[in-house]
């Protein structure tokens, strides 16, 4: 299950922004999250709760959105969404792409509350 190490990170990282931005509160983390990463929402959501258990950021939401896939074909330079499983260029049907969006999660905002903003 490779969406407890990937929450641990998120957390920590989100930790770090919170800390640097002075908020004493975490209430959302908006990630995004690309479709090639394979990750099961549901697991990765179970994951962040408990990783967050016990810091300012417990309690907190957290959002994701799912980014599709996109490749480059090297053979014949054309730009298409990757499918799971199957990486051919639907143009030349060849399998040699880089791919250029769609395999990596990034934290696209955390939102919390700074000391002078206390309700």
Same mark, same amino acid.
């Given at each position: 299950m490779h969406e407890l190490s %990937? &929450?641990?990170a998120?957390?920590?990282?989100?930790?770090k922004a919170a800390e640097e931005n002075g908020l004493f509160t975490v209430e959302e983390v908006e990630i995004e999250?690309?479709?090639l990463k394979l990750i099961v929402p549901e697991l990765i959501q179970d994951a962040f709760r408990q990783m967050v258990a016990g810091? %300012? &950021?417990e309690g907190a939401v957290l959002k994701i959105n799912?980014?599709?896939?996109m490749g480059s074909c090297r053979n014949c330079k054309n730009d298409f969404?990757?499918?799971?499983?199957?990486y051919r260029c639907p143009i030349c049907n060849q399998a040699e792409i880089k791919v250029t969006r769609g395999d990596a999660?990034?934290?696209?905002?955390?939102?919390?509350q700074k000391k002078d903003e206390e309700k």
């Open positions: %990937i &929450a641990e998120l957390v920590e990282e989100a930790l999250v690309g479709a810091t %300012i &950021a799912e980014i599709p896939g969404e990757l499918k799971i499983n199957d999660v990034y934290i696209k905002s955390v939102v919390g």
